[in-house]
């Protein structure tokens, strides 16, 4: 699956920051611009898997259709 999102840096004295337009939650700071792109791609993934974890635990006791879904 290959999903295209936003990613959005700003420079600022200490460095840069950066946050992902289409996910709130996923943001981020480094001294260099390849820093922050690092920090940003991992702040990503674990915004996922927390989401994901909270959504788990709010429907665990609950009868769902799980099933995968794709974005191209």
């Not at 990613?7 to 950066?18: H, L, N, Q, T």
């Not at 337009?21 to 001294?31: C, D, F, K, S, Y």
């Not at 792109?37 to 665990?60: H, K, P, W």
């Amino acid at each position: 699956m290959k999903i295209n999102l936003t990613a959005v840096f700003r420079k600022v004295p200490e460095g840069y920051i950066g946050f992902v337009e289409e996910l709130p939650g996923a943001n981020t700071q480094g001294a260099t611009l390849e820093e922050t792109r690092a920090n940003l791609q991992e702040a990503v993934e674990m915004t996922l898997e927390a989401n994901r974890l909270l959504a788990e635990e709010a429907i665990s006791d609950q009868d769902v259709i799980r099933e995968s879904l794709a974005i191209s």
